[in-house]
């Protein structure tokens, strides 16, 4: 079943982008490392950027970096595995797992920050946000074991990090908010990342709901023929 669906991050940049890690890849094969060494050290490192963004908030330019070089190592170990040939059903269910220990993480993090600086609106965004990621993943996983398709949506994985990456790394207030004219919220590149994984995550777990029930409903109707 065909899906139009676009990604918030283009094809030929995604792939532009794991071809220019394509020498880093063979040196490490070469070298014999493992993938999963890549899969828990963007866990490290993805905490040590959520720890920059709680703990020193004036350094969370700093946070955006380290969160991004955690996304990158992400994609290292899936693609180190198959350059590999190491490719397992476990190492594909680790690398699962850790990722979404490593968004729980950054999310906490984030919404522990807001929550520090008095900003609980965008604490609870932020925890909506991780529902919305989680979900996403969920849900194609779920399908997957039903033996559906469901790599669809806007705001998968590699969006996600890269939207909040570089709304840390980038951030700059674009403008202020007064609330009954007296409080003022600066918004910033990383708020409306945030607003966007919050929304657009969700967004592409009921898009991919809606997709499998499509899939149900044409085997089903394959079935009565």
Not at 82 to 101: C, E, M, N, P, Q
Not at 119 to 138: D, K, P, Q
Not at 195 to 221: C, E, G, P, S
């Amino acid at each position: 079943m065909a899906d139009k669906s676009k990604s918030l991050l283009p094809r030929w940049l995604q792939d532009g982008f794991v071809n220019l890690l394509t020498p880093l890849v063979k040196l490490f094969s070469k070298w014999n490392l493992n993938p999963n060494y890549f899969t828990i050290w963007g866990l490290i490192i993805t905490a040590m950027g959520t720890v920059v963004i709680f703990a020193w908030p004036n350094y969370i330019r700093l946070a955006g970096v380290l969160i991004l070089i955690g996304g990158i190592c992400d994609v290292l170990d899936g693609k180190l595995a198959r350059t590999s040939g190491r490719v397992t059903k476990f190492g594909a269910l680790f690398d699962s797992a850790i990722d979404r220990y490593s968004e729980v993480i950054m999310f906490f993090g984030i919404a522990a920050y807001y929550v520090r600086h008095d900003n609980y609106v965008l604490s609870v965004i932020a925890f909506i946000a991780l529902g919305g990621s989680t979900m996403v993943s969920y849900v194609r996983a779920r399908a997957e074991a039903l033996g559906f398709e469901a790599k669809v949506g806007l705001m998968q994985r590699p969006e996600r990090v890269v939207l909040i990456g570089s709304g840390a790394f980038l951030y700059y207030k674009i403008f202020d908010i007064t609330i009954f004219h007296v409080t003022d919220f600066p918004v910033t590149l990383l708020e409306i990342a945030l607003w966007m994984v919050a929304i657009f995550a969700n967004y592409t777990a009921i898009h991919r709901l809606i997709y499998v029930y499509k899939q149900d409903k044409a085997n089903m109707q394959e079935e009565v023929k």
